[in-house]
């Protein structure tokens, strides 16, 4: 094994956490934005987009591996979560605020309101409320963890993803009650999956001419599967209650056994990107420690439903070709824009002196990640 330093930041993971960030704009671009939708059924447009959803659908299972990679050898502090609520606060309340004085046509609900002040007994973001569950337990995990060999958390790695994602894949089940991904269990054996890698290091044989091979292979079997699902119900085929058809609709979900072999593969291969250059690994620091942000931004109701819904349909008529670069483009310049919105927020609250916003130089203080708002983002 290829150990790495438990004390190392590693600026391969930093752009890990953007690209994954950037996946799911992508997501949400194709979803949410309405490209899918505005595809012709069965033409090489639509095959395209909906690969491209695929490609981001696993963003939500990287940020868990992420978090299990980094925050395998870090402190328990509970001000993270302190830090992290007044967050989600922010991007969900300035919305609300700005929407209500300055774009009446789009009006704020009393919910709206609660919800913005109050996100975790309103589940505004449910991963919030997973990665709660998961941070009160890192300090167990962390312990229990280190005490294994490497063959003893092989083996369990081993168990669970037989156990978890494939025979609920077969068996076209949530055999678990991981509620299909959207849980703190699956938050906490993704955090299993990820602390390995960091304990343990990379294996040897995962260079990028492996790790990309199986991440296009598994992104790839994915999307045949959940297309041939949809191609046999609307033939008449099989229906919504046959085991066939469940199996197949669990190729792309979450617990996925391709979308787990995705996020590992991507984690894999970043881990061991090279980048020297001091001031780049700064800037991706800053881009890093902003993406959580980035998220809570633009999936918030005031912009998901009121600018986000549909706003990019027209990329749907485009060529295959003329698509993927667009939807590609597009999101790579959203996330640029929202992560330096997100830096301003980081820096906003250090210059006020809020509580927990403290940004401590080489250390992130801001949550590893966060995935796609719960049901908006399968198209």
Not at 163 to 184: K, Q
Request: aromatic letters at 16%.
């Amino acid at each position: 094994m290829e150990q790495l330093q438990k004390k190392e930041r590693n600026p391969g993971i930093e752009l890990f956490r953007c690209v994954s960030m950037i996946m799911i704009i992508l997501l949400h671009v194709t979803s949410q934005g309405g490209v899918l939708g505005a595809t012709a059924t069965s033409s090489a447009s639509y095959y395209a987009a909906y690969f491209l959803k695929v490609i981001g659908y696993c963003a939500v299972d990287c940020y868990a591996v992420i978090s299990g990679y980094v925050n395998s050898s870090k402190s328990f502090r509970f001000k993270r979560i302190g830090s992290m609520w007044l967050e989600v606060v922010f991007w969900l309340a300035v919305p609300a605020i700005i929407t209500h004085f300055f774009l009446p046509q789009f009006p704020v609900s009393q919910e709206k309101w609660i919800e913005a002040f109050f996100p975790v007994s309103t589940k505004a973001y449910w991963y919030f409320n997973a990665y709660i569950i998961l941070f009160a337990l890192m300090p167990i995990l962390n312990k229990g963890l280190e005490s294994l060999s490497e063959k003893q958390h092989r083996i369990i790695l081993l168990f669970l993803f037989g156990v978890v994602t494939v025979l609920p894949f077969v068996g076209g089940s949530d055999l678990f009650a991981t509620s299909s991904g959207y849980s703190g269990i699956w938050l906490v054996i993704l955090f299993v999956f990820g602390a390995y890698f960091r304990i343990h290091g990379i294996p040897k044989f995962a260079k990028w001419y492996v790790t990309i091979p199986v991440f296009f292979l598994s992104a790839t079997a994915s999307w045949a599967l959940d297309l041939l699902r949809m191609d046999l119900y609307n033939h008449g085929m099989v229906t919504s209650s046959d085991l066939l058809y469940k199996s197949l609709d669990r190729a792309l979900s979450y617990i996925s056994p391709f979308m787990v072999l995705m996020a590992l593969s991507l984690l894999c291969f970043f881990a061991q990107v090279k980048i020297n250059p001091k001031p780049i690994r700064k800037i991706l620091e800053v881009m890093g420690r902003a993406t959580f942000g980035v998220y809570l931004f633009h999936v918030g109701d005031m912009i998901w439903v009121n600018w986000f819904k549909n706003s990019f349909k027209d990329y749907g008529k485009l060529p295959a070709g003329l698509l993927v670069l667009s939807v590609i483009g597009i999101s790579i310049l959203l996330f640029i824009s929202w992560d330096i919105l997100s830096i301003g927020r980081i820096y906003l609250f250090k210059l006020i002196a809020l509580p927990f916003s403290k940004i401590k130089k080489k250390k992130l203080s801001e949550p590893t990640s966060e995935p796609p708002k719960e049901n908006k983002d399968a198209g």
